[in-house]
């Protein structure tokens, strides 16, 4: 059965640092993109950031600069390091992959709250 399993979130005040991280379980076809997403309460589901297997990176203009996207393609992990976090950045943090098929998975999510 098809998983993903994201750890890493928590509490933090603002300008510290957390770093996230996905596993990927049970996918049966290579996985093209893997990517974070994020949900705050009462806001629509929004891309963070996303890697192709290939390496190839595309953030959410909010965090350039600060967020870096990478992924260990051997061990099917993608990690997002969050440097210099907001209180804005306060959401549900969710891993997708999407598999060469294009068949999207989702995590269940980790919370990251950033105090003031």
């Known amino acids: 059965q098809a998983q993903l399993r994201e750890s890493g979130g928590g509490l933090v005040q603002a300008g510290g640092s957390l770093r996230l991280s996905c596993v990927a379980s049970?996918?049966?076809?290579?996985?093209?993109?893997m990517g974070w997403y994020r949900q705050a309460p009462g806001k629509q589901r929004e891309l963070v950031a996303t890697i192709t297997s290939g390496g190839l990176t595309n953030y959410e203009d909010s965090v350039k600069g600060r967020f870096t996207i990478s992924r260990d393609n051997t061990k099917n992990m993608v990690y997002l390091q969050m440097n210099t976090l907001k209180p804005e950045d306060t959401a549900e943090y969710l891993c997708n992959a999407e598999s060469v098929i294009a068949t999207r998975y989702w995590g269940q999510g980790t919370q990251v709250t950033v105090s003031p």
């Open positions: 049970g996918i049966r076809f290579p996985i093209r993109t």
